[in-house]
């Protein structure tokens, strides 16, 4: 007999941990006892990410035939690293079919459902590689188990309410998806850059994204440093870009990675992670205090900079560059890399070595900031060498990367010291690194917010006017939120209100029209008209780690909220709400051993804050 349509309400609900969980709810509705049969059709690939993304392998292991027994089916694959890897499926109740039909299993259950009954169905299924098992647990205890851990997550961060719903949902969106990107691995604790291409250590990812959170939970940013300590590069190995020194860009542990059909295990082909390595040292020292844990990575410091000075410039002319030397590696090695990304004016790709703006601005802020950390060390020879040396590559990058006819900032230096003079947003990002002339600021400020870089939606990541401009591109013409965010601190640390404000507010109501509130790694550069709302990017990262904590910078930035923890100071610097928040209350906000609660209120266009509790020796100060 016919079921009749919508009198059945099937619901799925599917958690991982350790494994994947799938319960599916069956529920009648009909107003007499139904029959049916649910059918399930399994199958298992063994596809590596790469494969998935579209590379094409050299060889391939040998699949097994699956099987299937009373409540288990199993699938197994030998792959061509000689690894292993088993998929184990289990379903509870038993299936009253369980077969297997070519390359596939089916799952077959009867069911007779009276009226309003409801039947389950339970599956889970388990990755073994090389016979390891992870632990055991039941559906029930799973779900438990990772609701407690949010709990925790939540509690251990800074509580951040609003008077905007729309922005509470934002932020608790933001840091659920930073917690759901947490991963463990043998080496330790890090936020995976997104899902479901980046679920992988990626170290300028790692850094980024702490540094988004350190402000509201500071474990991630200690957890990512040791982390990345402990790859940290020791030796030449060209086949991986690695240097010693060097900080990874990723760590793969897939099949192709594992036979060294690609070099990313792991691979160390980022320019900029190595400097972002030693800002977040000195950040978290900032924002903590904690001289123990500056000396312990003080070894793997002091060899991200000598790594920096002595491998990172490779011609000697005190600008940090990039060359590929790895097969199958990354061409381009800034965060936009793109094989196209770094594009002349007249569209033709830059040739490497290639000295990036913004990475510069990233050694600028690393020796700026270590050198504070070095003086509470008493290393006071190293502090003022590292600042002399940040004060001259300062005064170096003013007078090569800028572009007097253009009233702005190259994008790089080529391998012929030529400035690649497309417009993008990489000038942005060294706003935020505070490397730039002031009256050169206040242009690049000026120039950030014009119609051909500002889409209304954000700004993108290169000028409607450039040669390659493409806004369903990747690199070339996309909006970036991390990008974005990390532009809004730099307008903020160089006084511009107006501007900061009209980005941060852009970038909020893109995410009213993300579904759950949530950011996507990017989306399309199209302009903003009525009543349109911004075109999705196919295959973003969502949820993507520095676009979940690209609101937490943002927000920031706009209280103009910094701490040095040794001296036991947080210091508030010109506060500035936009006109879409009237207050926001900070609880539990640590600084070292210390901790505070704020509320920021705004009253046309004055903000003001006031301290509504303190534990410890902390003073709160206004910086005019």
């Not at 036979?259 to 030693?278: E, Q």
């Not at 790709?349 to 060390?377: C, H, N, S, T, W």
């Not at 002031?438 to 014009?450: F, H, M, S, T």
């Not at 706009?558 to 508030?572: D, K, M, P």
Request: aromatic share 10%; charged share 25%; proline share 5%.
């Amino acid at each position: 007999m016919a079921v009749p349509q919508q009198t059945l309400n099937v619901r799925r609900v599917r958690v991982i941990s350790g494994r994947l969980f799938e319960r599916i709810r069956v529920k009648n509705y009909n107003p007499k006892q139904v029959e049916l049969s649910v059918t399930l059709s399994l199958a298992a690939d063994f596809a590596d990410i790469f494969e998935v993304r579209g590379l094409r392998r050299p060889a391939r292991g040998h699949v097994e035939p699956p099987r299937a027994e009373g409540t288990r089916a199993e699938f197994a694959y030998l792959g061509a690293d000689g690894v292993n890897r088993r998929t184990i499926v289990e379903f509870d109740p038993a299936p009253d079919r369980l077969e297997v039909v070519g390359d596939r299993v089916e799952a077959e259950f009867g069911l007779e459902l009276a009226r309003h009954q409801t039947r389950l169905i339970s599956i889970s299924a388990e990755p073994v590689i090389d016979a390891v098992h992870p632990a055991r647990v039941e559906f029930d205890a799973a779900v438990h188990r990772l609701r407690r851990s949010y709990e925790d997550w939540e509690r251990d961060c800074t509580q951040i309410v609003t008077d905007n719903e729309l922005f509470n949902q934002l932020i608790v969106r933001g840091l659920r998806d930073l917690r759901a990107l947490y991963t463990t691995t043998d080496l330790g604790a890090t936020i995976a850059a997104g899902i479901p291409w980046y679920v992988a250590v990626f170290g300028r990812d790692a850094l980024v994204a702490s540094h988004q959170l350190l402000s509201i939970n500071p474990r991630p940013a200690r957890d990512a440093l040791r982390l990345l300590a402990r790859y940290q590069g020791t030796k030449v190995d060209p086949w991986r870009d690695e240097e010693p020194g060097k900080i990874l860009h990723e760590d793969r542990r897939g099949e192709l990675a594992g036979a060294g059909f690609v070099p990313h295990s792991p691979y160390y082909g980022a320019v900029d992670s190595t400097p972002l390595f030693v800002f977040m040292w000195a950040q978290y020292f900032r924002w903590m205090g904690d001289l123990e844990f500056a000396r312990e990575l003080l070894p793997n410091v002091r060899a991200a900079l000598n790594w920096i000075d002595r491998f990172g410039d490779l011609d000697g002319d005190g600008f940090v560059e990039y060359l590929c030397r790895a097969p199958g590696g990354i061409v381009n090695q800034g965060w936009k890399d793109s094989f196209d990304a770094v594009v002349h004016a007249d569209g033709s790709l830059a040739e490497p070595p290639i000295a990036l703006a913004e990475v510069q601005g990233y050694v600028y802020m690393a020796k700026q900031r270590a050198a504070d950390v070095f003086e509470a060390l008493a290393d006071f020879r190293t502090a003022a060498r590292l600042r002399e040396e940040a004060a001259e590559l300062r005064q170096r990058f003013n007078e090569a990367f800028w572009m007097e006819d253009e009233r702005y900032f190259a994008m790089a230096l080529d391998r012929d010291k030529q400035q690649v003079r497309t417009i993008t947003s990489n000038p942005g990002h060294c706003l935020y690194a505070d490397i730039l002339d002031q009256g050169k600021a206040e242009y690049v400020a000026r120039r950030l917010l014009q119609p051909d870089m500002f889409s209304g939606w954000g700004i993108r990541t290169v000028s409607k006017g450039s040669a390659g401009y493409n806004p369903m591109s990747y690199h070339n013409g996309s909006v970036w939120p991390h990008d974005n965010a990390l532009i809004v601190a730099g307008l903020k640390r160089y006084g511009f209100i107006k501007a900061t404000n009209r980005v941060a507010t852009a970038i909020f109501d893109t995410a009213i029209h993300a579904d759950y509130m949530r950011l996507p790694e990017l989306f399309c550069g199209f302009t903003r008209r009525t009543p349109n709302q911004p075109v999705a990017y196919p295959v973003a990262c969502s949820p993507q780690a520095w676009a979940a904590g690209a609101p937490l910078l943002m927000l920031q930035a706009i209280l103009g909220i910094s701490a040095r923890a040794h001296e036991n100071t947080l210091t508030v610097n010109k506060p500035h709400l936009p006109p879409w928040l009237n207050e926001v209350e900070l609880r539990n906000l640590r600084v070292g051993r210390s901790m505070t609660s704020l509320v920021f209120r705004r009253e046309g266009d004055i903000t003001g804050f006031s301290l509504l509790d303190r534990k410890g020796d902390l003073r709160v100060l206004m910086e005019e």
